[in-house]
């Protein structure tokens, strides 16, 4: 997947500069939404017990604590690895989808080449579902992970779609998903809606990374939003219900200003510092006995 040229890793998470050589300046969409916190602890346990369970060499191993104790430390990365390994497949299947745009677009691409990645991972299906959707929805691009910006919040991000279809323009999100016991796409999380919400409500879209130029954003007015789950066994679009973007368009809003208070509070200096006790009291002398 292309990766956004203004985005920049910070110590404050992704953060967008306005041209090629500029300083980060706000966050990024995804960086905003990461201040929710969300406990993974209990899906890590259970990755790590089942991949123990599931380790052959365990039998073995029983009656050796060293080697029980090895397991486990391998075990424990099973989150981890499982995570990493989605997070790779999610860009090839996001290299695919960008790339069937461009092509749509008429411009340079390399849609060929993002098929032959998802065929070395025997992935293809994933493309195969795409094609399907695309051409039963009717897609027509209008731009594809355009870079937008937001003064008046202070935020920015790269959109994976802006299409036509149907005579609608729509902001599209895509989310690889792996399958449910019963051979479904696993369902979406809500957050999405924060982010395309936050898309929508984009001042500015770049034109050139390089120069910084930037021309106001012009697919901001009623558009539809959609969620799309790419899985192997098929595609799932969910449109973001109207009712509700504005109570999640506030939850933005707010976890925006989150992130800039933790900025400040890291900024400000050390937080806890160590403190000596009191002093003693001074001894008393004690007072003289009364003559006789």
Not at 7 to 20: E, I, K, P, V, W
Not at 164 to 174: H, Q
Not at 250 to 256: E, G, S, V
């Amino acid at each position: 997947m292309t990766q956004p040229s203004l985005a920049h890793a910070t110590d404050h998470g992704r953060m967008y500069s306005r041209s090629l050589g500029g300083r980060p300046e706000v966050p990024s969409i995804t960086t905003v939404i990461s201040q929710e916190h969300k406990d993974l602890t209990g899906w890590a346990g259970h990755m790590a017990s089942a991949e123990l369970a599931g380790d052959q060499r365990l039998a073995s191993a029983v009656g050796s604590p060293a080697e029980l104790k090895r397991l486990a430390r391998q075990a424990s990365s099973a989150a981890e690895r499982f995570r990493d390994a989605a997070a790779a497949r999610g860009d090839r299947v996001h290299e695919y989808a960008e790339q069937v745009a461009l092509e749509a677009l008429g411009v340079t691409h390399g849609a060929g080449a993002a098929r032959e990645a998802l065929a070395e991972h025997r992935e293809t299906s994933f493309a195969d579902r795409f094609d399907e959707w695309w051409q039963l929805y009717g897609v027509t691009p209008l731009a594809a992970e355009v870079t937008v910006w937001n003064h008046t919040l202070g935020y920015a991000g790269t959109l994976d779609l802006v299409a036509d279809i149907g005579g609608r323009t729509c902001i599209i999100d895509f989310k690889t998903k792996g399958l449910s016991r019963d051979g479904r796409a696993k369902p979406l999380s809500d957050s999405v809606v924060m982010q395309l919400v936050a898309g929508m409500q984009a001042e500015e879209m770049l034109v050139d990374a390089r120069s910084g130029e930037w021309k106001p954003w012009p697919y901001g007015e009623d558009p539809i939003l959609l969620a799309v789950a790419v899985s192997e066994a098929e595609v799932v679009p969910n449109q973001a219900n109207p009712a509700v973007l504005k109570s999640h368009w506030h939850k933005f809003w707010a976890l925006r200003q989150v992130w800039e208070h933790s900025r400040s509070a890291a900024a400000a200096g050390t937080a806890l510092r160590p403190i000596a006790p009191p002093p003693l009291p001074a001894p008393t002398r004690p007072e003289p006995e009364p003559e006789q």
